[in-house]
């Protein structure tokens, strides 16, 4: 069975930082692009970071120099780097596991809000 359990959300302050993780089981992790969406209130989930099975790594525009993406295969885990976060980053976090299209997982999702 397949799971991916993000943790790490919370409330944080303007300027704040949080570092969030995604545990996956049951998947071949290091073959498996990963990625970062989020989804606030009334808005499509968008895309935040992602990173290859080769560690190359991409960012969303509003989230370049602030957000960082990191992998550790050997505990088949990604990791998201938040700094200096905006109450405009408060969102539900999701992480992905990918191969192309198809296979794709999604975990169930973790809160962050920014707000002083």
């Known amino acids: 069975q397949v799971q991916l359990v993000e943790s790490g959300g919370g409330l944080v302050q303007p300027g704040g930082s949080l570092r969030l993780s995604c545990a996956t089981s049951?998947?071949?992790?290091?073959?498996?692009?990963m990625g970062w969406y989020r989804q606030a209130p009334g808005k499509q989930r968008e895309l935040v970071a992602d990173?290859?099975?080769?560690?190359?790594?991409s960012y969303a525009d509003s989230v370049k120099g602030r957000f960082t993406i990191s992998r550790d295969n050997s505990k088949r885990t990604v990791y998201l780097e938040m700094n200096s976060l905006k109450p405009e980053d408060t969102a539900i976090y999701y992480c992905?596991?990918?191969?192309?299209?198809?296979?794709?997982?999604w975990g169930q999702g973790t809160q962050v809000t920014v707000s002083s």
């Open positions: 049951g998947i071949t992790f290091s073959i498996y692009a």
């Open positions: 992905k596991a990918n191969i192309g299209t198809f296979p794709q997982y």
């Open positions: 990173i290859t099975s080769g560690d190359r790594s």
